[in-house]
Antibody, heavy 119, light 110 residues
Framework: EVQLVQSGAEVKKPGESLKISCKSSGYSFTTYWIAWVRQMPGKGLEWMGIIFPGDSDTRYSPSFQGQVTISADKSISTAYLQWSSLKASDTAMYFC????????????WGQGTPVTVSS | QSVLTQPPSVSAAAGQKVTISCSGSSSNIGNNYVSWYQQLPGTAPKLLIY???KRPSGIPDRFSGSKSGTSATLGITGLQTGDEADYYCGTWDSSLSAYVFGTGTKVTVL
């Protein structure tokens, strides 16, 4: 069974850095894309980007290019989403998801990591 | 702003049927497979429909999907209170080289 378990809630100040994680199990980590999705409070889903852990090929949504970094560590089957300098507008729930269906659709989702950025 | 347009809300009585539309263009729905996701309050999204009209294991056949041209539709029959959730369509957009979600539709059971 494919499972994605995300790291816990984070509370940060503007300007701080952050790296959240998504640990995968139940499948071959290097052969499927992993996606990251943002959901701001009370808003819809926004696709941020994907990574193929097999060769670290990474694609970003134009809206998030340069704003975040997606990475993966094959040795521990874990994908990451990181920020170098957080803004209050980064306050949101972040989901990782296994890309297992056509046209990059997401069939299994992590439980989400809430990130709060406030001074 | 999303490139896939959905109605903000739909509602019907328990036991009735609702349909949710998802309107796009040739760069997304017109040439790619559509998925539908259900997000119950306070939970992660869940895949309901993939490849336009297929259901993952465990999804009841009360949920159905279809696609015609640059639009897709999700149907829910035998509406139950447990179906109250937000529903999103999604697909790859070849012009943006990005996955796009619909604006989301809140389903209310009267």
């Amino acid at each position: 069974e494919v499972q994605l378990v995300q790291s816990g809630a984070e509370v940060k100040k503007p300007g701080e850095s952050l790296k959240i994680s998504c640990k995968s199990s139940g499948y071959s980590f290097t052969t499927y894309w992993i996606a990251w999705v943002r959901q701001m409070p009370g808003k819809g889903l926004e696709w941020m980007g994907i990574i193929f852990p097999g060769d670290s090929d990474t694609r970003y949504s134009p809206s998030f290019q340069g704003q975040v970094t997606i990475s993966a560590d094959k040795s521990i089957s874990t994908a990451y989403l990181q920020w170098s300098s957080l803004k209050a507008s980064d306050t949101a729930m972040y989901f990782c998801a296994h890309v297992g269906v056509s046209s990059y659709g997401m069939d299994v989702w992590g439980q989400g990591t809430p990130v709060t950025v406030s001074s | 702003q999303s490139v896939l347009t959905q109605p903000p809300s739909v509602s019907a009585a328990a036991g009735q049927k609702v349909t949710i539309s998802c309107s796009g263009s040739s760069s997304n729905i017109g040439n790619n497979y559509v998925s539908w996701y259900q997000q119950l309050p306070g939970t992660a999204p869940k895949l309901l429909i993939y490849d336009n009209n297929k259901r993952p294991s465990g999804i009841p056949d009360r949920f159905s999907g279809s696609k015609s041209g640059t639009s897709a539709t999700l149907g829910i029959t035998g509406l139950q209170t447990g179906d109250e959730a937000d529903y999103y369509c999604g697909t790859w957009d070849s012009s943006l080289s990005a996955y796009v979600f619909g604006t989301g539709t809140k389903v209310t059971v009267l």
